[in-house]
């Protein structure tokens, strides 16, 4: 079974930036689309962006421009840059395959100030 661990997130400002990583267990990362969600306190979990194994990516109209989902295969990582940050950003992140075949991860908090 494929082990997710998210990290990188933090409280921030309005406008702020931050960069989160996730690690994946197991050699079949390489050949999965995969994608970030997140999850707002009250809300249901939503796909932000996606990759897919040969680097295409997809974005949620409400981070595209903002948001940018890239993978290094190499070492089963895949990562979210997120600039100009807003606190309707706030939420706890994860990161799985597009169709969520994995068991989920404890995710990474994000908490954007006003």
């Known amino acids: 079974q494929v082990q997710l661990v998210e990290s990188g997130g933090g409280l921030v400002q309005a406008g702020g930036s931050l960069r989160l990583s996730c690690a994946a267990s197991?050699?079949?990362?390489?050949?999965?689309?995969m994608g970030w969600y997140r999850q707002a306190p009250g809300k249901q979990r939503e796909l932000v962006a996606r990759?897919?194994?040969?680097?295409?990516?997809n974005y949620a109209d409400s981070v595209k421009g903002r948001f940018t989902i890239s993978r290094d295969n190499a070492k089963n990582t895949v990562y979210l840059q997120m600039i100009s940050l807003k606190p309707e950003d706030t939420a706890v992140y994860y990161c799985?395959?597009?169709?969520?075949?994995?068991?989920w991860g404890q995710g990474t908090q994000v908490t954007v100030s006003s």
């Open positions: 197991g050699s079949i990362f390489s050949i999965n689309r």
């Open positions: 990759i897919s194994s040969g680097g295409n990516t």
């Open positions: 799985n395959t597009v169709s969520g075949l994995w068991s």
